[in-house]
C-alpha cells in the first residue's frame, strides 16, 4: 500500500489512529481521535498514552509489550478505559502493530482506536434484561421443565433440580419416561400427544426421585415457535407435602455470559462500478476476513459478489451517496467458501472536483460473534418471559412493599385488565384487611431476615371488591439490584369449598352411624334388661384400655363401635334363656355361644369403616384357643378382639346377673392375672391392671 493510500486513510475519519514510538509518546494521530477524546491535535501530540489511560488500565498491555519488544509478536489486541479531555471515560478497542528497525528492535507502533462504549452499553442492558427474567424463574416454587416434540428434556429449573437430586444438564437430551412411576406412565404419553395437538391439560401424576415418589399437579401446554408448535412447557407443584414446603431456593449461577471479543478491522478502497463495484486495494486483515489467500485474489473480486444478499450492496450504495458516509451499517457477507458471517461497515465517500464519486474509503468489523451473543440473550429473555407469563400460579414481585412485576395469572386473580392496574401499587391494596399484619410479617421475614415463608392461607381483595381465598409462598430474591419478594399465590377457593362440603357430610354420616350403632344397641338391652348397659360400659373400658396401650384413634373408635354392639346376636336367643335366674344347662349354654356368629351375620350387611362384624365374631376366642366359635389362637385373634375379650369378662365379673351376685372386682382381676398370656393376651392385661391400680378407671356397681 502506497503512501498516498495510507495517508488518505490514515485522515479518512471513520476510526482513530495513531503512530507512537516505543516509549508510549504519539508520532501522529488523526483527527478522528482527536475528535473522540475532545483534544485538538497540537495538545494530542504533547501526551501519550500513560497520560490518557484510566489509572486502573495502566497495566493491561504490560505483558503484551514486553512480547513485542522480545520478538515474539508483532502486534496485539485490547480493551480499556481512555480519559476524555472532560474527565469522562471511553471504553475503547485498541489494534496495534509493530514496526522494526533492521536490527529487529521496534521502531514505532501503529495503533487503530475504536469507541466501543455504546456497544458495551448496550450488551450491558441486554444482559440484565436476561438476568431480571432468569431470576424469576430459577427462583419459583414449583417445577418448570421444557420438553422438544420427541420427549426430551430441553430444561428445568432449580426447583425441579432439588427434588429429582439430578442437575438439569444430566437430563437434557434424555427421555422424560424414566422419571415417571410406570402406572402412571400410558396417562402421561396420552397427555404429552393431546398436548402436541394443540391443547392445555392439568393433571396429577407421580415421579421417581431418590427419595422414593413425589406426587404433582401438573400444567402442561404446547410451545410455539414461528406459528409451529416445536415442544411441551409443564409447571409442576408438589401436593405431597403441603403441610410442610419449606424449601429453600438458591439464586442460580449466571449460565449465560456476555462474550467481547476483540474483533479485527478490515480496511478497503473501492469504486461503485456499474457492475457490482471493484476493490481498488484492501489490507491484510481484510482479506483474511473473507477468506481469500492474498489481496491480489481479493482484488479480482466484485464487491458485490462479497454481500450475501446483492440487495444489501444497493441499500449501501443509496445511502452513502445521499449522505456522504455510512456508519455501523449491519449487514451479512459472503465469504469465499460461500460461508456467511455478520459485519459492521462504515465508510465515506471521496469525490471529484465535479462532486462524483470516485470511490469509497471504509472500514469493516466482523460482528458475528456479538451478533450470536445477542440473539442468544434475546431469545433466552424471550423463553423466561414465556415460562412466567404461562405460568398457572400467580407469580408476583414486589420491593418493600411495592409491586414491580405481575404475569398473567396474577392479574386475572385480582380481575385486573392490564399490569397497569397493578405495578406501582402497594401489595397491601390488595390484600384482604384481616389478613394484613400476618402479611407484614412475611416482608419482614422475606426481605429483612431472608427467611423463606411456609405456605399460608390467606384472602386477596380483586378490583371489583370481592375477597378470593389464596394459599401463598414467599421467598427473597434479589430484583434489579434490590432486596425484593417473590410471591406465588394460589387461588383455593373451589377446595376450600369442596373442604366445607365434604366435612359437613361427614358430620351427618357420623351423626347416622351413631344412631344407628344406639339403636342396635338397646335391642340388645331391650331383650335382655339384666345386662342393661353392659355394652356401653364394656365400650368405656375397653377404650381405656386401648389408649393406655397408645394403640390409634381410628382403631378405637373402631373398638367403641365393636364393643356397642358385641352382644346384637343375643338378639336370636330365647329370652327366657337371657334372663333365667339359674344356672343354664349345657343345651342352654351352647345355644349362648353362638351370639358371636349371629352377631357378625347381622353387622355384615352394614357397611362400617372398621372390622366391626370380625370384632364381635372373634370377642369370645382365647389366647391358647380354648375360645369359641372357631378356637382361634395367638395372633389369629385381632387386637380389638383381644382387648374386648378381656374387659367383657372384667365387666360381667363385676356385675349382677339373675343367677348370680357380683363377684367383685378383686375377683375379676385375679381371673384376668392368672390366666395373663394364657387366655387372654399379655399387653392387654397389663393395661387392664395399670387402669385399676392406678385408679384411672372404677366401675360403678363396684
Known amino acids: 500500500m502506497n503512501k498516498d493510500i495510507f495517508n488518505s486513510y490514515f485522515e479518512l475519519g471513520l476510526i482513530g489512529m495513531t503512530i507512537t514510538t516505543p516509549e508510549k509518546d504519539f508520532v501522529e494521530v488523526n483527527n478522528y481521535l482527536c475528535k473522540m477524546l475532545g483534544y485538538s491535535k497540537e495538545e494530542l501530540l504533547k501526551k501519550n498514552w500513560s497520560d490518557l489511560t484510566h489509572p486502573e488500565d495502566q497495566e493491561l498491555n504490560s505483558k503484551s509489550l514486553k512480547r513485542v519488544f522480545a520478538g515474539e509478536i508483532n502486534g496485539y489486541t485490547l480493551e480499556k478505559r481512555l480519559i476524555h479531555k472532560d474527565g469522562s471515560t471511553i471504553r475503547v478497542s485498541i489494534s496495534s502493530k509493530s514496526s522494526r528497525k533492521q536490527d529487529g528492535s521496534v521502531s514505532e507502533f501503529f495503533s487503530l482506536v475504536q469507541d466501543i462504549t455504546e456497544r458495551k452499553r448496550a450488551e450491558e442492558e441486554i ?148 457492475k457490482g463495484g471493484t476493490y481498488l486495494s484492501v489490507n491484510t486483515v481484510l482479506v483474511k476476513m473473507f ?36 456508519s455501523g451499517y449491519e449487514v451479512q457477507f459472503k465469504r469465499k467458501d460461500g460461508s456467511s458471517f455478520w459485519g459492521s461497515l462504515s465508510a465515506k465517500a471521496v469525490r471529484d472536483e465535479n462532486n462524483k464519486i470516485r470511490y469509497f474509503d471504509g472500514v469493516l468489523e466482523d460482528i458475528t460473534e456479538r451478533k450470536i451473543i445477542q440473539e442468544a440473550l434475546r431469545e433466552s429473555e424471550e423463553r423466561y418471559r414465556r415460562l412466567l407469563d404461562h ?65 399460608i392461607e390467606e384472602k386477596f381483595l380483586r378490583l371489583d371488591g370481592k375477597s ?53 344397641s338397646s335391642a340388645v338391652e331391650t331383650r335382655d334388661p339384666y345386662t342393661a348397659g353392659h355394652q356401653r360400659e364394656v365400650a368405656v373400658i375397653a377404650c381405656a384400655v386401648a389408649e393406655e396401650m397408645g394403640l ?49 351375620e347381622i353387622l355384615k350387611t352394614i357397611s362400617f369403616p372398621w372390622p366391626v362384624g370380625e370384632i364381635v365374631l372373634q370377642h369370645q376366642e382365647r389366647m391358647d384357643g380354648s375360645g369359641y366359635p372357631n378356637n382361634l389362637k395367638g395372633d389369629e385373634i385381632c387386637m ?53 391400680r392406678e385408679e384411672k378407671y372404677c366401675f360403678a356397681a363396684t
Not at 295 to 320: L, P, W
Open 552 to 600: 390409634p384413634e381410628d382403631l378405637i373408635e373402631g373398638l367403641r363401635v365393636a364393643s356397642l354392639l358385641h352382644d346384637i346376636g343375643k338378639i336370636k336367643i330365647p329370652a327366657e334363656i337371657l334372663s333365667k335366674p339359674t344356672i343354664l344347662t349345657d343345651i342352654e349354654y351352647e345355644l349362648i355361644k353362638t351370639h358371636p356368629q349371629a352377631g357378625q
Open 640 to 692: 380389638e378382639a383381644r382387648i374386648l375379650g378381656v374387659v367383657d369378662v372384667v365387666e360381667a365379673m363385676c356385675s349382677h346377673r339373675p343367677y348370680r351376685s357380683s363377684r367383685g372386682i378383686e375377683e375379676a382381676i385375679k381371673e384376668i392375672k392368672q390366666n395373663r398370656g394364657k387366655l387372654y393376651d399379655a399387653k392387654v392385661v397389663d393395661a387392664c391392671l395399670r387402669l385399676f
Open 291 to 326: 477468506g481469500y489467500e492474498n489481496s491480489d485474489n481479493m482484488i479480482k473480486t466484485r464487491v458485490s459478489e462479497c454481500y450475501h444478499n446483492k440487495k444489501d450492496r444497493n441499500t449501501f450504495i443509496t445511502s452513502i451517496s445521499r449522505e456522504g458516509s455510512v
Open 468 to 520: 378470593v381465598d389464596v394459599e401463598v409462598t414467599a421467598i427473597p430474591i434479589t430484583y434489579q439490584g434490590e432486596p425484593a419478594s417473590q410471591v406465588v399465590f394460589w387461588d383455593i377457593t373451589s377446595r376450600k369449598q369442596v373442604e366445607d362440603s365434604i366435612q359437613s357430610n361427614l358430620n351427618e354420616l357420623h351423626k347416622t352411624l351413631k344412631g344407628t350403632v344406639d339403636a342396635l
Open 127 to 274: 444482559r440484565k434484561s436476561e438476568l431480571k427474567y432468569r431470576t424469576v424463574v430459577e427462583n419459583a416454587t414449583e417445577m418448570i421443565w421444557q420438553l422438544d416434540r420427541e420427549g426430551n428434556f430441553v430444561f428445568f429449573n432449580k426447583c425441579a433440580e432439588k427434588i429429582s437430586s439430578l442437575k438439569s444438564d444430566d437430563w437434557k437430551g434424555r427421555q422424560y419416561t424414566p422419571a415417571i412411576h410406570p402406572d402412571d406412565l400410558e396417562k402421561v404419553r396420552n397427555v404429552f400427544i393431546d398436548t402436541l395437538s394443540g391443547n392445555t391439560n392439568e393433571y396429577e401424576v407421580r415421579i421417581l426421585v431418590a427419595k422414593g415418589i413425589v406426587e404433582l399437579m401438573v400444567q402442561t401446554l404446547p410451545i410455539y415457535t414461528d406459528g409451529e408448535i416445536t415442544g411441551t412447557l409443564s409447571f409442576g407443584r408438589n401436593i405431597t407435602e403441603e403441610k410442610r414446603s419449606e424449601r429453600a431456593l438458591k439464586e442460580s449461577e449466571k449460565r449465560y455470559r456476555t462474550l467481547l471479543n476483540n474483533v479485527p478491522i478490515g480496511v478497503f478502497r473501492s469504486t461503485i462500478g456499474s
Open 391 to 455: 405460568n398457572p400460579a400467580a407469580i408476583v414481585v414486589h420491593v418493600k412493599g411495592k409491586i414491580v412485576y405481575v404475569n398473567k395469572a396474577s392479574l386475572d386473580l385480582v380481575a385486573a385488565s392490564s399490569p397497569e392496574d397493578a405495578l406501582g401499587k402497594q401489595v397491601f391494596n390488595f390484600v384482604h384487611p384481616d389478613y394484613r399484619e400476618i402479611v407484614l410479617e412475611r416482608i419482614k421475614q422475606c426481605q429483612v431476615d431472608g427467611k423463606f415463608s411456609k405456605p
